[in-house]
């Protein structure tokens, strides 16, 4: 059974920095783009960032572009989400998700697998 296991949220001041990972296990990895998503909330679950198998293309939200870096290592089966200059609006519960076209769509529903979430919580 295909498991994706979050970790490296918590609660951190405004302006701060987290770096979330993601292991995935029973996964052939390199095969699949992966994505970040967040729940903030009251609102629905939204795109944050993707990356393509490879590596050699990543997106992100305009809301996290230029703070957020996705990455990954494919050799460890993880990938990674960097997260500068933290904003209260970026708390959310955190979920990374894989992507059997290999393409890393903004869209739920090209993710087959997703994590259970860790919760990042930005104070004022």
């Known amino acids: 059974q295909v498991q994706l296991v979050e970790s490296g949220g918590g609660l951190v001041q405004a302006g701060g920095s987290l770096r979330l990972s993601c292991a995935a296990s029973?996964?052939?990895?390199?095969?699949?783009?992966m994505g970040w998503f967040r729940r903030a909330p009251r609102k629905e679950r939204a795109f944050v960032a993707s990356?393509?198998?490879?590596?050699?293309?990543?997106y992100s939200s305009d809301s996290v572009k230029g703070r957020f870096t996705i990455s990954r290592d494919n050799a460890k089966n993880t990938v990674y989400l960097q997260m500068n200059r933290l904003k209260p609006e970026d708390t959310a519960v955190y979920y990374c998700?894989?992507?059997?076209?290999?393409?890393?769509?903004?869209?739920?529903?090209?993710?087959?697998?997703w994590g259970q979430g860790t919760q990042v919580t930005v104070s004022s």
């Open positions: 029973t996964l052939t990895f390199s095969n699949y783009a």
């Open positions: 998700a894989a992507d059997p076209s290999g393409i890393g769509y903004a869209s739920l529903g090209a993710y087959d697998y």
């Open positions: 990356i393509t198998w490879s590596g050699g293309s990543r």
